[in-house]
């Protein structure tokens, strides 16, 4: 009896029926209480290896984790084997598609805080995560006749077996008026087998708030029914979901309590494992490295040194110590998207935490006028100016490092928003290009295409050295191989087909090209640029001008905010593009277009394995980075995009001759702000007018919202806070729409097409988050492997 069929008759007997008799939830919370039982004497073995140690604590508001039980039975080596045992007790081993996804992150940031964990266990590096338990994650998106809507998503509705609730760490954290609880629920985030030996366990760890006092019995008694519950609302609504709405004073207030509650909670269980280890906080800065991920954590900065302090250490120290142990991981240029919290807000809530910032504050601004530095300079970089705390200038003047996210990005942020800051110390600035697990996002999404590069290479080396797929390039010219491949990508087509059709009751072509664009919802993503382009061949096939079109499925997945009136308005759009499409019988069996809905990480699995064609079509020098495009590109597809984040990077390891570039350059764009008039260039072009002009003339129907009209005037005359087409959707529409037209009929060349998929999926060795998380431990963190 092998491992997995053991722990398959150990969930049974803790059932007390047999697996096939189980539901879906009970099975794997039973299986799933089986693995942690027999991974936590290692899993126990490896904690205590990151406190004796120099170790990592990466913060971050978000943990894109997606659904724990194929991926940590994969880095187990489990997966085959557990599949089979399910097959042999009567089960279907896709029973646990079910499951929901822990959906703790709303996009890229929190995928690649998931990806990072997973690198640093699998190179068995001290690394744990901190960040919160979100009850209800972001939300459950649906459409209601083409809107978005948003229900709780209760992912623990059935339980949550992959957690563990550690009482004994619980955390009191005040804010003025009121205290709370953090308890903390940690996962386990495992490696990958080396050789014979088990994998490596990092921990992530969560915060969960809850009252003090649960429930006030004589207010109850009192039949002051909603009063006796008061503290227990308030308390629970900090970790009750992701990114409430914050439009509102109130919504703004939540999302600051919720950052200093598990930066708090998470500083405090730092300092008392470092004191029980090594006896004194002195050595902290020797033995910890915490690292920011973007401005969301940096309140953190004030909150050390408040803990410092408290210990008995002088500001100074304490200031000289947080510059030590804090670095920071900038995600954008935009100086809208930099954290700036209003002043009062922040002392009303956390007084003691704004009075260090202004210490904080007055240090460096003595600092800087001692040293003579020009006016607009030091106002450049004030921490306090205002009447607001400006997140991303206190992490880089109390910060060890900062670091971007792509090459461009980081020479970006040295000439752009960050460019006093690269004047003052260059040396804080380092590149750390972005990157993705090839165990989830190949090994466990693919593992066809897994075991394609198995057969060629001759081992699974290439799950832990992505780099050595370089070798397999030259079967681009191989026939028999590439034969191959494209039936792996027509199998995964098919496979994302019978999903789609049961989980959005859509029925899609497999034998169509799939163009897949998957992301947060945002303007500078330009999914409006997307849907102009499908107008633009719709119209074109419509009027004869564009002919033998190759039959193409448009995919797009994505959520908007709640509160982002202006993309829920481009997803109703693209909604009502799709259902006009598919009434007219003049292009039925040549083109589609479908949102699906609940994109997730169990959703993005299956599209980017079945991906032909990845729109990364971002205006160049707004996106930091990507991971999408990584993980596209690594499950053999070619990007259409522009030159913007890593695209630029994708495009010089797999060849420019293999994927299709369109758009204004970074250089283009600085040059058009203030000589770019987007009415000038509607009425230049009958393409573009026809495409644009359905946000008003009535192909399409918002239903008498105005929304519509909305982006179309927004697109044309600007708003209060930008300019008209800020983010050049017009200008690039032309090039971006030719260029699609070229990729697609390439693709009628199937083994030409498959060739250079082919030959992207073997230069993605150096966007495996591998190679991110050793240049990180090598050049930002100073850790090693722990033995």
Known sequence: MNKAEQLLRQAEASMGIPAHSADAQTLHGALSAAVMLDILPHWNACRQQHLSTRRVCYFSMEFLVGRAVYNNLCCLGLLGDTERALEQAGV?????????????????????????????????????????????????????????????????????????????????????????????????????PDGGKAPHIGTLRLWQAEPVQTFDFEKFNAQQYLEAAAESISAEDISRCLYPNDDTRAGKALRLRQQYFFCAASLADCLKKHKA????????????????????????????????????????????????????????????????????????????????????????????????????????MRIVKNGQVHMANLAMYAGRYVNGVAEIHTELLKSTVLK?????????????????????????????????????????????????????????????????????????????????????????????????????????????????????????????????????????????????????????????????IDADPDVRGLMQVVFVKNYNVSYAEKLVAACDISEQISTAGTEASGTGNMKMMLNGAVTLGTLDGANIEIVNAAGRENNYIFGAAVEEIAALKGNYCPRAVLAGDPRIARAVKTLIDGTVSDGGTGEFRELYFALL????????????????????????????????????????????????????????????????????PVV
Not at 101 to 127: E, K, T, Y
Not at 305 to 328: C, D, H, N, P
Not at 745 to 763: I, L, S
Request: glycine share 6%.
């Open 92 to 192: 279907r081993p896709a029973v646990f598609e079910e499951i929901e996804d822990a959906a703790l992150g709303n996009g890229g940031l929190g995928r690649l805080a998931a990806c990072f964990l997973d690198s640093a266990a699998a190179l068995s590096l001290p690394v744990d995560g901190y960040g919160i338990r979100y009850r209800y994650g972001l939300f459950r998106q649906d459409f209601a006749d083409g809107r978005q809507t948003e229900a709780p998503d209760d992912w623990t509705a059935f339980g949550d077996p992959w957690s563990i609730r550690c009482e004994a760490d619980a955390v009191t954290v005040r804010f003025r008026g009121q205290t709370v609880r953090a308890v903390p629920y940690d996962m386990p985030v495992i490696g990958w």
């Open 717 to 784: 005359d600007g708003a209060s806070w930008h300019q008209p087409d800020h983010y050049f959707l017009l200008r690039d529409l032309p090039d971006y729409a030719e260029t699609k037209l070229r990729a697609l009929a390439d693709y009628r060349d199937a083994a030409a097409f498959a060739a250079k998929q082919w030959r992207n999926a073997c230069a993605a060795g150096p966007f495996s988050s591998d190679r991110t998380i050793r240049q990180y431990a090598a050049e930002c963190w100073h850790i090693t």
């Open 420 to 580: 006093e800051w690269y004047a003052l110390a260059p040396e804080k600035f380092q590149n750390k290009t972005n990157g993705i697990t090839q165990r989830r996002w190949l090994a466990l999404c693919n593992p066809e295409l897994t075991a394609l590069f198995r057969q060629l290479s001759g081992s699974d080396a290439f799950l832990t050295d992505l780099t050595k797929l370089s070798a397999l390039s030259h079967f681009a010219d191989d026939p028999a191989v590439l034969s191959q491949f494209r039936a792996v990508k027509q199998q995964k087509k098919q496979q994302l087909a019978d999903f789609v059709q049961r989980h959005d009751g859509i029925r899609i072509d497999p034998s169509f090209c799939f163009d897949i664009q998957i992301k947060r919802l945002h303007e500078y993503k330009r999914q409006l640029l997307n849907a102009f382009s499908i107008l633009w061949i719709y119209f074109g096939i419509k009027d004869g001008s564009i002919r033998d079109f190759t039959p193409t499925v448009f995919l797009f997945g994505a959520k908007s905010a709640p509160g982002y009136r202006r993309a829920k308005a481009i997803i109703k759009f693209i909604n009502e593009i799709a259902k006009m």
């Open 277 to 380: 280890v090594f006896g004194t906080l002195d050595s902290l800065a020797e033995h910890l490295a915490v690292q920011l991920n973007d401005t969301h954590p940096v309140i953190s900065i004030p909150e050390l040194i408040r803990l410092l302090m408290q210990e008995g250490y002088s500001f100074a120290e304490a200031l000289a110590t947080a510059k030590q142990v804090f670095s920071y991981t900038n995600h954008t240029i935009m100086q809208e998207a930099l954290e700036k919290w209003d002043c009062d807000l922040v002392e009303e809530l956390l007084p003691e935490i704004y009075a260090i910032i202004l210490q904080i504050s007055e240090q460096f601004l003595e600092e800087l006028y001692a040293k003579g530095h020009p006016e607009a300079d030091i106002a450049a």
